[in-house]
């Protein structure tokens, strides 16, 4: 691909054809800044019926993550974003437990 074609993809690209899926962890969104802003504009820019945000501190406070259901958001998705926060390079912990459970094989 050359870098005209590159930039030509890059620019016509719209995330709003597909069915995105946002996998939000932050353990207190509304005291955020940057992260609340993000998923703002997402929900402004994405429709509704093709914007899937999915609060895992919200949806899981036990840490009791429905493999399952994950799964099929997953599979039902066309385009995934992982939206957190980094603390001390590494994500929030409900975060790194949903990458291991959903994630894994089987």
Do not use: C
Not at 7 to 13: L, V
Not at 61 to 89: C, G, K, M, T, V
Request: hydrophobic share 40%; charged share 20%.
């Amino acid at each position: 691909m050359t870098t005209k074609n590159s930039a030509t993809y890059i620019n016509s690209f719209n995330p709003g054809d597909m069915k995105t899926l946002v996998i939000l962890s932050h353990p207190n969104l509304e005291n955020s800044i940057a992260n609340k802003t993000i998923i703002e504009h997402l929900k402004k820019t994405i429709p509704a019926s093709q914007l899937e945000v999915r609060h895992l501190e919200s949806l899981y406070p036990d840490y009791r993550i429905n493999i399952e259901s994950e799964q099929a958001a997953l599979l039902n998705s066309d385009f995934l974003i992982f939206q957190h926060p980094l603390y001390w390079y590494a994500t929030p912990s409900i975060l790194k437990k949903y990458l291991d459970d959903v994630m894994t094989w089987g």
